[in-house]
């Protein structure tokens, strides 16, 4: 990871913009669930065992991304768009960490369904259903965590489905931003312990020729996230407008000029 961007998306640029490029975002966005799928089955039965370093390292290993995208589920479908947006304009990759959400579930039940499930009383055993949960969820973020490593940059889409901010203390000016959402929590600590690394290409400066439902409710659990969010760098959709009048660069390029407009004073 090279870089970290906090973007908070814009509806109006959603619709304007962003949205025409769905199509192409729920290409790219079913390839990855289609590969992560093939990843699961291949790795989750062989001789009855579950070899749990082998099922990371290929659960991502398929996908190699520019961009890390970290998100709510409930904005899916804008960052899928964006994620399109990313790949039309600038020819740019994105990994959009939902993909991985839905595959957890689906491990989780085919491993429970084999080793947990008690056929007689059509109950899952307790503690052997933790145990599994356990492991399945070490797996997802230590992949996660090494995918955030291999991408170049994580764009964290900050929007209120994602973040909230709690003024439950009255006394205090500002309040404090909060997710419910574990892998969110997970995710953004990570940019915060995982060292920045020095780009291993050649970086490109371009010295500005640039225009200007469950029965039983789930407990409500909160992260704050302040330290993390304070750590990334601020991307406006001013940022981002300005950004796609570049479309010539593609790939790697895209991203340098994508530095340079955020540096700007």
């Known amino acids: 990871m090279y870089s970290k961007f906090n973007y908070e998306i814009n509806t109006d640029f959603y619709h304007s913009e962003l949205k ?3 199509t192409k975002g729920k290409e790219l966005y ?3 669930k289609d590969e ?3 990843a699961l089955n291949r790795f989750i ?3 009855g065992k579950i070899d749990g370093t082998t099922l990371k ?3 991502f290993s398929i996908i190699k991304a520019d961009v890390f995208l970290s998100h709510s589920h409930k904005d899916e479908d804008e960052v899928i768009a964006f994620a399109g947006w990313l790949y039309n304009t600038f020819g740019l990759t994105s990994f959009i960490d939902s993909c991985s959400w839905g ?3 689906d491990l989780l039940r085919q491993i429970d369904n084999e080793y947990c499930h008690d056929d007689e009383s059509n109950t899952y055993n307790y503690k052997q259903r933790n145990y599994s949960t356990a492991h399945v969820h070490v797996m997802l973020t230590t992949a996660l965590t090494e995918m955030i490593d291999n991408c170049e940059c994580i764009i964290f889409v900050n929007t209120p489905n994602s973040i909230r901010v709690s003024d439950e203390l009255k006394n205090i000016k500002d309040g404090h931003q909060q997710t419910k959402s574990p892998w969110i929590y997970h995710e953004l600590a990570v940019t915060s312990m995982l060292p920045q690394k020095p780009l291993v290409r050649k970086r490109n400066c371009f010295a500005y020729e640039m225009l200007f439902e469950n029965v039983n409710q789930a407990p409500e659990i909160w992260y704050d996230v302040d330290k993390y969010l304070q750590n990334m760098i601020a991307l406006s959709n001013e940022h981002i407008e300005k950004w796609s009048k570049y479309s ?3 790939g790697s390029k895209s991203l340098d000029v994508l530095y340079e407009i955020v540096q700007e004073k």
Do not use: T
């Open 30 to 32: 079913n390839k990855f």
């Open 20 to 22: 025409s490029h769905l």
């Open 45 to 47: 039965f062989d001789n």
């Open 57 to 59: 390292d290929h659960w």
């Open 103 to 105: 595959y957890c579930d």
């Open 248 to 250: 010539k660069y593609k």
């Open 36 to 38: 992560s799928q093939l």
